[in-house]
């Protein structure tokens, strides 16, 4: 009996090394989920800066040799910033992965810009002899490039690492939160255990008293032996039943842990349901990008065919007027806006008009000097077909340079033109 009474003290005594175990394994799973998503955010962080550096260091070599032109290949500018815009708009990391590149390129004197943010800059005329090319390259080269790369939280890139990492996060809580119910499990199996042995003492215990007392209904009350046997099995019952309440208790909590892993199993298969639908969003979302970018190309082709013929029209335009007008200069802007007038009406009737300024500036339709540009610029406009604006200059020693053709809606955009030229 006192062998039985030491084992269940043991497994019951509330600080015992077992109750000390259980209690630090609580705390521990606490501190594992808390580290868990600690270290599911560093890694996403530090994974978006690795490709950052990473990216950068590519996107700046691509850069670099993308501004060693040649001069002998054309205008240093126009070669320059074609180049870098193929690399940056051409790079699949942009396309697909939704990076962000910054690229400014900038002359040999650091002051001349050649290529700022994500557009191309207005070339200036292109040169028209060696040498002119050639002190160009030598002002210009070798150009000095920055890139500054960045991997938006939004873009494909960033959500593919994270949804990657949460998927491993998910899976690795899954499988402690499954061990640790699983102990949970087997300890509440030997509580249980423990539970049912001592109420079978118990009842032994019971059993014997009833004994014992049957038995001193028969013998003499002198009987001390038995007496105290008697007091002792009352202490003893007495002690099981504080022992019991204190199982009863243990039997609670253990029951409400296994609860609050029932719980923890449906907050998992939850957010595994929220994680399916952000992949069928994903999903969706690519299919509809990818579509999009099928739009885009026919649309780019079209719009490359039309503007392939519209740069045919343009110079067969500026051969012909180059041929009719001796005394005209014809800058290329002008004849660009000639062939972007579409009507055919308004094509001709600004023609007239130039060969009436070729012929006899006298004859030629009402002009006046344009009004708001620096003083140093001497520029004249003649009127045609109601709201059309054809601006010139005179030109040394003899004869006239036509700077651009416009109209009434873009007279603000071709005065600030006009206002940048140095003539």
Known sequence: MA????????????????????????????RVTIAAIFAFMLFYILSVEGLEAVLDTQFRAQITEATRVSPSQGPIVTQIQNRVSDVVQESPWVRYGGIRV??????????????????????????????????????????????????????????????????????????????????????????MSARAFSAERARSIEAELSKVRERLGEVEPTERAQSREIDELERERAELRAKLRDLGERESELRATASRTHELEEERQTLEDL???????????????????????????????????????????????????????????????????GDESLKLRAEELLKRLDDDPESAAVRRKVGGLPPQLSIFELGFAGKGRIYYTRREPSGFRVLLVGGKATQKQDLEYLSRLAL
């Open 102 to 191: 910054n690229v400014t390129v900038l002359g040999a004197d650091g002051l001349t810009p050649l290529y700022v943010g994500g557009g191309k800059v207005v070339p200036p005329p292109p040169a028209r002899s060696l040498d002119a090319a050639m002190r160009e390259a030598l002002e210009l080269l070798p150009a000095i490039s920055d890139v500054f790369v960045s991997v938006p939280h939004g873009s494909f890139l960033s959500i593919g690492l994270f949804i990657g990492y949460g998927t491993i996060l998910l899976q690795g809580l899954f499988l402690y939160n499954r061990r640790v119910a699983r102990l949970e499990r087997e300890r509440l199996d030997v509580a």
């Open 275 to 341: 994680l399916d639908e952000a992949l069928d969003d994903v999903a969706v979302k690519e299919e509809e990008i990818s579509t999009l970018q099928d739009r885009l190309k026919t649309a780019d082709r079209k719009q490359g065919a039309r503007e392939k013929g519209r740069t045919r029209e343009a110079d067969r335009l500026a051969k012909r007027l180059r041929t009719l007008y001796k005394n005209l200069q014809v800058d290329e802007r002008a004849v660009s806006d000639l062939t972007s007038l």
């Open 3 to 30: 062998e039985g009474i030491a084992t269940l003290d043991a497994r019951t005594r509330p600080d015992s090394p077992e109750e000390a175990s259980r209690g630090f394994d609580r705390l521990s799973s606490f």
